[in-house]
């Protein structure tokens, strides 16, 4: 095994600050790419007139989780070593449901609100100053929080995948969420038709 | 410069993809954005007070005692976001200035929509121990519980929210 670089060749905190520079550059890149810049666009997929937000984020999931698979059983990349966020589960879903409120107003997502800023939007710089407003309250409010976040009331499940709560082989998973995958980009071509093809250019 | 139309879907999720790819195989980190946030509000509170950060546990973790919490590889990949972003809208001739609002909104509602709009992501995000990107993306790609979890339950609630605040958009 000899990925990732930065553990099996121990990189310094200067490399690493360098090429997560490079790794955002095309991060930025893609995003643009796709129309992730636009809130329009964004929160079109909630009314079915445009589902760019579902085939980019499930290409792209099927794209990495592939290679991580593929990686992993070439001997290449180690697992252990690679970011696998734990799971608190009830903190999660309370925290995903406010994001969803969230999203669906604002018609931005962090990321996307920093792509839509650095080509002008500036709808965008008013997502991101209501982010750091959130984020603010959020440090703030943590001594009450607390019991929420990492206590008691959490759901502290640890760093536990999909296949191993089901207790499957990681490529059994992968495998259903490809044909998961294909299942919705089929279904949103043809919602996309239904709703008269109204794609934001 | 003439507009140019946004990429395929799917070739865009397929750039995406790779790119998070590189970022396992080469840092092991994934990809994130709102932790460079907190990074940079706990920056400004140490300047502040660098006691009321280390006595909150939460602030501490990022910037407690000698700890610069700029150090870290969120807030660069974050620079390079707005860096790539931007090298993507000039060569697409997307390098505008422009509101996007629904018709029937103003610009200034649409505003204090996005304000509102978020502050909710913010803090929902920090609840969930990361974002779209740094959570539901790279967790997702990782294949972890939570993530897939708070992926359906993002997206359910968003679409049921959408449906009452629909005159935003459309």
Request: net charge positive.
């Amino acid at each position: 095994m000899f990925a990732p670089l930065s553990v099996y060749f121990n990189w310094s905190n200067g490399i690493d600050l360098l090429v997560s520079f490079i790794i955002g550059i095309g991060f930025g890149f893609a995003l643009e790419q796709g129309g992730f810049g636009n809130s329009r666009k964004l929160a079109m997929q909630f009314y079915f007139r445009d589902l760019t937000v579902l085939k980019v984020m499930f290409s792209a999931m099927v794209t990495a989780m592939t290679g991580i698979v593929f990686f992993t059983a070439f001997g290449w990349l180690d697992t252990n070593s690679m970011f696998i966020p734990q799971t608190f589960i009830w903190a999660q879903i309370l925290g995903c449901a406010i994001m969803g409120v969230g999203f669906a107003i604002g018609g931005y997502c962090p990321g996307t609100s920093f792509v839509g800023l650095s080509t002008l939007k500036m709808d965008a710089l008013f997502f991101i100053i209501g982010l750091f407003i959130g984020v603010f309250l959020f440090g703030e409010m943590f001594p009450i929080l607390e019991e929420l976040y990492h206590g008691k009331y959490s759901g502290n499940m640890g760093r536990i995948t999909l296949y191993e709560f089901l207790g499957v082989r990681p490529g059994i998973i992968a495998a259903i969420i490809l044909i998961m995958a294909i299942g919705a980009f089929w279904g949103s071509e043809k919602i996309e038709e239904k709703f008269g093809n109204q794609i934001i250019q | 410069m003439e507009k140019k139309p946004y990429a395929s879907p799917y070739i865009a999720g397929v750039g995406l993809g790779l790119v998070l790819l590189a970022a396992f195989f080469f840092t092991g980190h994934g990809l994130g954005a709102s932790g460079a946030i907190t990074r940079s509000i706990v920056a400004v509170e140490k300047v502040i007070s660098q006691e009321h950060v280390d006595n909150n546990a939460y602030l501490a973790e990022y910037g407690g005692g000698d700890t610069n919490p700029l150090n870290n590889w969120l807030v660069f990949q974050l620079l390079g976001v707005i860096v790539g972003g931007m090298l993507s809208g000039i060569i697409a001739g997307r390098f505008r200035k422009e509101i996007n609002h629904g018709p029937r909104i103003t610009p200034k509602q649409r505003w204090l929509y996005a304000i509102i709009g978020g502050a909710l992501f913010g803090f929902g995000a920090k609840f969930a121990r990361g974002c779209t990107s740094g959570f539901i993306l790279t967790g997702g790609a990782g294949l972890a519980l939570g993530a897939w979890v708070g992926m359906m339950v993002m997206f359910a609630v968003a679409y049921i929210t959408a449906y009452f605040v629909r005159k935003l958009w459309i």
